[in-house]
């Protein structure tokens, strides 16, 4: 029987990296994937011959010499990767339909100043701190800004750890529309004003206030630019391989992986790429302890999304280079909803295409929604849902397509077919619990409680991906290096990925 140096469990973004950063230092190497095709959150499908992303909208730090670049381009990946740049002074565009005016965000970071000044001009001062006090945070994770001349541990201020995004925005400014205006993309990490700590808001701001970019033709394209890296190292790749349970000896340590067909999978280590409480599940009780797993059991996750995705009649439907993000209400922070007013917000974009440059194929939009929503049609079989699920599915995307409609005067006559997903589809394709978008929920409130450590109670089993460090492209790649830090000399490899 094999041996391997390495058992990924899970190919998403999170198991691939780590993959190939292993079959670049030389490691034998197992990945399995449950799923029929790689990449979790960001794998894509096509209707009509139009390619979706189901995760992973935009990335940021992506041009030369920035983290995400540096990182990619150590992987191995950065060059053959087919992205566009967003509009330089408006990669997002947030309208709010309460006042009717639209507010875009500008890439870089004076830009990002003069263009909110536009709308600000009185604030201009306060909007120049927010900016310098996100870079600081940028700063302060070494991992982040690639600066590992003072050492590689986080320099943040206790005060940033402890502070919420709200605490945070009440500090730079006391413009109630500025504030809303500034944390308007809250989506992009299932933001909270009272619990999200402010760093989760800066570093994922900085990094597209640094530069924002999205795939051309899907972001699964990262999966396979990653797949071909590691299939031509020591990595054995496996797809349909769900692992159902550990085996263990007499020791604490994880003896075999043991697939749903029975299959046992021998390795020195075990790093998992799902999520933490669904892994510890496939732990037997006696050998973890109780308070580590209620610890972990008990961290609430981020909500999940309803979305849809829309073909569009040729030339009908201009493409953006932007996001659009959508408020129907001054309540920016969209985590509440319940069913008669929903939906009352959304973010939308124009899924981008190798064919058409001018005109959009196809339009992808989500808005957050509460797992409640579904809950009756939890445990059925995906693709064969019971009917009253598909009748669900039908009304929502009616009463979000009017939302849509708002937005965009004439749309619904635009669209030559659409099909929705739900809370469901992301818990099926990803295993994350409750179809949770991000993972496990980070609290100022509670900050060392709801860090999730890379390594765990026992001695051979580590943790990869969202849920380490923080989610989203850029979030998860430092953490898949955090990971690699237990096993290698982070402050080397950090100089290998900023001399790469
Ligand atoms: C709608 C949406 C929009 C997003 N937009 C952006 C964006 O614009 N920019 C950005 O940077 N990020 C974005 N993200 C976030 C980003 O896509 C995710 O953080 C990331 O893809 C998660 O990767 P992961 O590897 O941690 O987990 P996952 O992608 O969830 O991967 C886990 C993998 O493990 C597999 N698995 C689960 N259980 C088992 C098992 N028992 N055995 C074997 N395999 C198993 C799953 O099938 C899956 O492939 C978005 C996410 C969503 C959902």
């Not at 500025?178 to 993309?185: R, Y």
């Not at 050998?287 to 309803?306: C, D, G, H, W």
């Not at 099926?428 to 496990?440: A, D, E, M, Q, V």
Request: hydrophobic share 35%; glycine share 8%; with cysteine.
């Amino acid at each position: 029987m094999n041996k391997y140096d390495f058992a990924i469990i899970g190919g998403g973004i999170g198991g691939l990296i780590m993959a190939q950063i292993l079959n670049k230092k030389g490691q034998k190497v197992i990945l399995l994937e449950k799923e029929k095709q790689l990449g979790g959150a960001i794998q894509g499908f096509s209707r009509m011959g139009v390619n979706f992303d189901t995760g992973a909208h935009y990335i940021g730090g992506i041009e030369k010499g920035q983290n995400l670049y540096q990182y990619f381009k150590y992987l191995g990946i950065v060059d053959e990767l087919n992205i566009e740049k967003l509009d330089v002074n408006a990669f997002d565009k947030i309208t709010f339909e309460s006042n009717g005016k639209t507010y875009c965000y500008g890439q870089g970071y004076d830009n990002f100043v003069n263009v909110m000044s536009n709308y600000f001009p009185e604030n201009r001062g306060e909007i120049q701190k927010y900016v310098d006090e996100i870079r600081k945070v940028g700063e302060a994770y070494p991992m982040y800004s690639l600066d590992i001349s003072k050492g590689v541990e986080i320099k943040l201020e206790e005060k940033h750890l402890y502070q919420s995004v709200g605490e945070f925005l009440d500090g730079i400014t006391q413009n109630q529309e500025l504030k809303n205006v500034l944390a308007a993309s809250n989506l992009v990490y299932a933001g909270n004003s009272e619990t999200t700590p402010y760093y989760v808001h800066a570093l994922i701001l900085n990094s597209y206030l640094s530069s924002s970019y999205r795939f051309v033709g899907g972001a699964s394209q990262l999966a396979y630019r990653l797949l071909e890296k590691i299939e031509a190292g020591n990595c054995e790749v496996r797809t349909n391989a769900e692992v159902s349970h550990f085996t263990f000896g007499e020791g604490k340590e994880i003896k075999t992986a043991v697939l749903n067909n029975g299959e046992e999978i021998i390795a020195d280590n075990y790093i998992s790429n799902v999520h933490p409480s669904v892994t510890l599940d496939m732990i037997p009780k006696d050998k973890i302890r109780k308070a580590y797993r209620m610890r972990i059991q008990s961290l609430e996750n981020t909500y999940s999304v309803f979305s849809i995705y829309i073909v569009l009649k040729p030339n009908s439907f201009k493409n953006h280079r932007y996001n659009s993000y959508y408020f129907s209400d001054d309540d920016i922070w969209s985590e509440e909803n319940i069913e008669p007013t929903w939906p009352k917000t959304f973010m939308m974009i124009t899924q981008s295409s190798t064919k058409n440059s001018t005109y959009a194929e196809g339009i992808t939009a989500i808005s957050p929604m509460d797992y409640s929503f579904v809950e009756e049609w939890a445990g059925t079989k995906h693709k064969s849902r019971p009917q009253s699920y598909y009748d669900f599915c039908q009304q929502m995307g009616n009463k979000f397509l009017d939302l849509l409609e708002k937005n965009h005067p004439g749309l619904r006559n635009k669209i030559k077919y659409y099909e929705v997903s739900t809370p469901l589809s992301y818990e099926h394709y990803t295993n994350s619990p409750r179809g949770s978008l991000y993972g496990i929920i980070r609290n100022s409130k509670d900050p060392i409680r709801t860090h999730i450590a890379p390594y765990t109670k026992v001695p051979n089993l580590f943790f990869v991906g969202q849920n380490i460090d923080i989610h989203g492209i850029l979030g998860i790649t430092v953490g898949a290096f955090m990971t690699a830090g237990l096993f290698f000399d982070v402050k080397k490899l950090l100089n290998e990925v900023k001399k790469s």
